[in-house]
């Protein structure tokens, strides 16, 4: 599956759900000084989650372009080094305005994961923060999970609520808990489940990230609640594309194949013959 049809499942599903779809916002955000680049879909809704604008909707979806090249979220020291993060990327994201909360956020996930796009179930794993019993019930009991693949990960990163499933914007702003969902690639590639020392490896790839957002973060680190509950969620396009594509890596996909070679063909560094990319000179 291409990945504009991907794309297009994506924001039709949701639209299906009552969400509204919303054209990705400029990279650079328009009103927030926190920020240098669009990091995540949330963006351009963060002061619908603080609670101080309205929209006149109270789902959306959007495809949102974004780039992690510094900052809180930064992928720069990651490029080259893995197969899953280049600093820009598409970010599919269905957002809740203190519309509906945990349990219809994790159905349409796995609704759209495994009947729209056909994933196996027993290829995904998920994650929810250590705390989050709730979240972990409704994957066990309702989606039916198997307890040995929900894994709860707690405070990971040497302070109260910095975790791999606590995502914040930034220093400041919405935050919560998480639930993230992982593909495994299969034991060709090497890496292990969230959790687990070889966590780091390309075999276990995270595609979505479900955000319970319940709080606001100010400079001094105080969280104080949200006006009202509410979700973000952000798959990375390119990796759901490595999966329907059946391919470990973002770079094999179509959009950058199609990218890739024509800059070869362009700087003639590359054999192209037989479709394939070998590389003749070392420029
Ligand atoms: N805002 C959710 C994410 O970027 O993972």
Sequence with gaps: MKAADIREKFLKFFESKGHTIVRSSSLVPGNDPTLLFV??????????????????????????????AGGKHNDLENV????????????????????????????????????????????????????DDEAFAIWENEIGVPKERIIRIGDNKGARY?????????????????????????PEVWGGP????????????EIWNLVFMQFNRDVQGNMTKLPKQSV??????????????HVHSNY????????????ARETATADLTNNSLKVIADH
């Design 39 to 68: 990091n995540s879909g949330m963006v351009q809704f963060k002061d619908v989650f603080l609670g101080t604008e309205s929209r006149p909707y109270s789902r959306a979806t959007t495809s949102q372009r974004s780039v992690r």
């Design 80 to 131: 080259g080094y893995t197969a899953r993060h280049h600093t820009f990327f598409e970010m599919l994201g269905n957002f809740s305005f203190g519309d509906y909360f945990k349990r219809d956020a994790i159905h349409y996930c796995w609704e759209l994961l495994t009947k729209v796009y056909g994933l196996p179930a027993d290829k995904l794993t998920v994650t929810v923060y250590q705390e």
């Design 162 to 186: 910095a975790s791999d499933n606590f995502w914040t914007m930034g220093d400041t702003g919405p935050c919560g808990p998480c639930s993230e969902v992982f593909y495994d690639h299969g």
């Design 194 to 205: 969230p959790g687990s020392p070889e966590e780091d490896g390309d075999r276990f790839i």
């Design 232 to 245: 973000d969620t952000g798959m990375g396009l390119e990796r759901l594309a490595a999966v329907l594509q």
């Design 252 to 263: 094999e996909i179509e959009l950058f194949q199609t990218l890739i070679k024509a800059a």
